[in-house]
């Protein structure tokens, strides 16, 4: 009885003492992420105070950087005006485009894989959307930069277009649809995996009720499963944003490269505008961090990307919580 007792003992010791080390294993990650915020948004600070609102407007930015990065020494003589509205439009508009065109692809793809694919087609499909999440951004430039980036400049570019902004802007094919419609397959099997696992989490007797009512399959699918996994689809997409905001490599490769707003009033031409977004500027300019103003603008350009990523998942999770009403666990049991 005493060695049972000492046993026990013992054992609700080592409970607590693994308690308290991954307590502090999870303070440490906190710690950490709060700490680089804090930084981040101490070195942003005065580009935010000197241009105030002015910060969003949309003067010429890659003037405006080189303004700031040729300014004079000394910290009464720094220069800080800069206007990034042309980053943060071509930032919405290659995401946005991106969820859009990604969510109706893997909405489709997930009511197929949970509905209607047969098991060996599961076991290839499923690895192959993993695979695809796994895949370098790198890689996906490389495949937008040669192979969509032409045919873009062959079927859309014409001499007329280029003839009409090239005062402005230079035309060659890299634009922010193109770099949109990459975007979307590399965000694609995050809204996959979301969407899969609400759909499978929705309770069979739902689905084979309604079946038993004589509805046909599609408007049972329609009207019970994807209505039921509405929250998990905006929390896909939500989350998918997030991951889009981030993107760098692959839109420096393929979206132009040059701080400018494409005009949705310039018809077709809009579609093949370069841009240059938030993530790509910061990669971009890293060179540049140690001159100090510039630094300072830069971190600026960084802090609103991490503050609109962060904003976004917690939006995410928000949502996908809103499954519960419904009965459904998010992680895919039913109650």
């Known amino acids: 009885m005493r060695a049972a007792l000492r046993g026990a003992r013992l054992g609700a010791a080592g409970d607590r003492r693994v308690e308290i080390g991954l307590g502090l294993v999870a303070s440490v990650v906190l710690l950490l992420c709060a700490s680089m915020v804090v930084f981040i948004v101490m070195k942003a600070w005065p580009s935010f105070a000197h241009n105030g609102l002015g910060w969003f407007s949309s003067d010429s930015a890659d003037e405006q950087l080189a303004a700031i990065f040729g300014s004079p020494a000394g910290e009464d003589r720094f220069v800080y005006d800069f206007g990034a509205w042309s980053l943060i439009w071509g930032t919405i508009l290659t995401s946005g485009l991106a969820v859009l065109v990604g969510v109706v692809f893997a909405l489709f793809t997930a009511i197929f894989i949970v509905e209607f694919a047969p098991p060996n087609v599961n076991r290839v499909l499923v690895p192959t959307v993993r695979l695809l999440a796994a895949v370098p951004s790198v890689v996906y430039g490389l495949i937008g930069i040669l192979v969509l980036v032409p045919l873009a400049s062959d079927l859309l570019v014409t001499t007329e277009r280029k003839e009409s902004v090239a005062y402005y802007v230079q035309i060659t094919g890299a634009c922010w649809s193109v770099a949109a419609l990459v975007l979307a397959v590399m965000i694609a099997p995050i809204m996959i995996s979301i969407?899969?696992?609400?759909?499978?989490?929705?309770?069979?007797?739902?689905?084979?009720?309604?079946?038993?009512?004589?509805?046909?399959?599609?408007?049972?699918?329609?009207?019970?499963?994807?209505?039921?996994?509405?929250?998990?689809?905006?929390?896909?997409?939500?989350?998918?944003?997030?991951?889009?905001?981030?993107?760098?490599?692959?839109?420096?490769?393929?979206?132009?490269?040059?701080?400018?707003?494409?005009?949705?009033?310039?018809?077709?031409?809009?579609?093949?505008?370069?841009?240059?977004?938030?993530?790509?500027?910061?990669?971009?300019?890293?060179?540049?961090?140690?001159?100090?103003?510039?630094?300072?603008?830069?971190?600026?350009?960084?802090?609103?990307?991490?503050?609109?990523?962060?904003?976004?998942?917690?939006?995410?999770?928000?949502?996908?919580?809103?499954?519960?009403?419904?009965?459904?666990?998010?992680?895919?049991a039913t109650r």
């Open 195 to 332: 969407i899969v696992d609400a759909l499978r989490a929705v309770p069979r007797s739902w689905t084979e009720g309604a079946a038993a009512l004589g509805v046909n399959r599609w408007r049972v699918i329609a009207t019970i499963s994807v209505r039921a996994a509405r929250p998990a689809i905006v929390a896909g997409m939500i989350l998918a944003a997030a991951r889009a905001l981030g993107e760098a490599i692959m839109l420096s490769m393929v979206a132009g490269s040059a701080a400018w707003a494409p005009n949705p009033l310039d018809g077709l031409t809009f579609f093949v505008e370069p841009v240059r977004p938030l993530a790509s500027t910061v990669v971009e300019s890293a060179e540049g961090l140690s001159v100090t103003p510039f630094g300072q603008t830069i971190y600026a350009v960084a802090a609103l990307l991490l503050i609109s990523s962060a904003a976004l998942s917690w939006a995410g999770w928000f949502a996908k919580r809103s499954m519960r009403r419904y009965g459904i666990e998010p992680g895919g």
